[in-house]
């Protein structure tokens, strides 16, 4: 009987050592290759890179055909071309003895370079051109439909997303689609209103420089990683030591308002 249970004992001990070093194997396998890489190779069959990189790096070929695996890289840079419309019941008007002419409809363009300064964070230098015209019914004894006013700006504008750019999900960056945004800045430059003949004779339009404080709100809708379009109301205040027509117009300032819709591309 003694022979019998130390038998059995013995086997015991055998087979509980052999599924310990089994267990034991298994555990140092799963250190070797990254716990993360182990479940994610488990969880989710996303095939993931062997050797002494393992444990650091996804094959991302295949695992970026998963909407939950999508890889994002923070682009630095970008550049934005777009325009817009002048809305003509937000801008103001320009100065005369005869009456003020207001702003009418008008179109701008922009170009723009930027950079992300963080996740939320960016800054932009860009250049502008507004054409608008004056509406016909103003104050004045005669209608200005044949005048109208041009500017030339570069600017500088620092902006603020509501939302991350992008966020974390575990180790892999996904971008966000929709990025509300609010921008301060300031623009220079050179407005010019044109001459006209009226009835009364003619009209001199003044030309002249001018510095516009500015503010924007928009939002960023990303087509791609690199791809975005941004929507967005622009306000400028233009303040210029003449913005009119004929004589004695000095310190005078108006207000534009604008409708922007850009291309972004970022690299």
């Known amino acids: 009987m003694r022979i019998i249970i130390a038998s059995a004992i013995c086997l015991s001990v055998f087979a509980y050592a052999a599924y310990g070093a089994g267990h034991d194997s298994r555990f140092k396998a799963e250190v070797r290759d990254g716990l993360d890489i182990r479940h994610a190779r488990d969880t989710a069959h996303i095939p993931t890179a062997h050797g002494a990189l393992g444990g650091e790096v996804y094959e991302s070929a ?6 939950d695996f999508k890889l994002y890289i923070p682009r630095h840079n970008y550049i934005r071309a777009g325009g817009g419309i002048t809305i003509p019941w937000l801008s103001g008007a320009a100065n005369s003895p005869l009456g003020h002419a207001d702003i009418g409809n008008g179109y701008a363009v922009r170009l723009g370079l930027g950079r992300n300064f963080t996740p939320f964070a960016r800054g932009e230098i860009d250049f502008q051109y507004n054409d608008f015209g004056f509406d016909r ?3 004045w004894a005669f209608a200005p439909g044949d005048m109208y006013a041009r500017s030339h700006a570069i600017g500088g504008m620092l902006y603020f997303d509501f939302l ?3 966020h974390t999900t575990g180790d892999v960056l996904r971008r966000r689609s929709f990025i509300p945004f609010i921008g301060l800045g300031v623009n220079v430059g050179r407005v010019e209103t044109s001459d ?3 009835s009364f004779g003619w009209i001199y339009g003044h030309k002249s420089a001018f510095i516009a404080p500015r503010a924007e709100l928009g939002l960023t809708v990303m087509l791609s990683d690199a791809i975005g379009v941004d929507v967005a109301y622009q306000y400028s205040a233009m303040v210029s030591n003449k913005f009119g027509f004929g004589g004695g117009q000095k310190d005078s300032a108006a207000s534009i308002s ?3 819709a850009s291309i972004r591309y970022n690299f």
């Open 164 to 166: 991350q750019r992008y």
């Open 137 to 139: 019914d103003t104050t």
């Open 258 to 260: 604008n409708i922007m």
């Open 62 to 67: 295949t695992a970026a055909k998963s909407d």
């Open 196 to 198: 006209a003949q009226t």
